[in-house]
Each structure stands twice: as structure tokens, then as C-alpha cells.
Nanobody, 124 residues
Framework: QVQLVESGGGLVQAGGSLRLSCAAS????????MGWFRQAPGREREFVGS????????WYADTVKGRFTISRDNAKNTLYLQMNSLKPEDTAVYYC?????????????????WGQGTQVTVSS
């Protein structure tokens, strides 16, 4: 059974940093694209970033480009999201997701497995 478990969320001041992790199990990790999405209160879930199966390709939402970095360690079956220069508008529940494809892009329906989410709160 595929499981995705996020960790690393918390409360941070504006301008600070956090690193999220997502531990995956149940499938051959390196064969699957991974993504990060987020959902703020009262808003729809939105794409944050994605990475191809072997990590050669990365994609980001314009709102986080230059501040967030997605990476993966296929030997550890773990996905990461390094978040720097955090802003109050980055406050949301962050979800990792796994696709059946090697490259998945930005669309939610390209991903078939989801974690339970981890809360990130950025205070002003």
C-alpha cells in the first residue's frame, strides 16, 4: 500500500525558512514524479512545485519561484520542499502527491496518491 507521510511543518516568522519532508512507501519511488500542493483556508488547493522521477526536471508556481526548492533523495524514498523567505500568504496545509508518471506537471488530476498534509503558518 502506497503511503505518503509529510513532516516539517510549523510556525515561522515572515522571512524565515522551513523544510518539509515527505516519506514515501509502497512503490518504486524513482519511477514516479512527485509534487507539492497547498491549500489555504477558504481557498482551493493549488500547485506549488513538482519534480520528475529521477529529479532532472523541476517546475514551480510563479508565486514560489526563487524562494522554494523541491528535491528528492531516491535512496531514501523522500521528497523535500525547502521554503525560504516565507511570507504570510504562504500559510496553508501543504500536501505531497505522487503520480503514476515519471513527469506529472502542475495538474492535480495527474497525481493519484496524496499525503495527509502538514500545516505551515507564517506570522507577520
Amino acid at each position: 500500500q502506497v503511503q505518503l507521510v509529510e513532516s516539517g511543518g510549523g510556525l515561522v516568522q515572515a522571512g524565515g525558512s522551513l523544510r518539509l519532508s515527505c516519506a514515501a512507501s509502497g512503490r518504486t519511488f524513482s519511477l514516479h514524479a512527485m509534487g507539492w500542493f497547498r491549500q489555504a483556508p477558504g481557498r482551493e488547493r493549488e500547485f506549488v512545485g513538482s519534480i520528475s522521477g529521477r529529479g532532472a526536471g523541476t517546475w514551480y508556481a510563479d508565486t514560489v519561484k526563487g524562494r522554494f526548492t523541491i528535491s528528492r533523495d531516491n535512496a531514501k524514498n523522500t521528497l523535500y520542499l525547502q521554503m525560504n523567505s516565507l511570507k504570510p500568504e504562504d500559510t496553508a496545509v501543504y500536501y505531497c502527491a505522487e503520480s503514476q508518471a515519471v513527469v506529472a506537471g502542475t495538474a492535480e488530476n495527474n497525481y493519484d496518491r496524496w499525503g495527509q498534509g502538514t500545516q505551515v503558518t507564517v506570522s507577520s
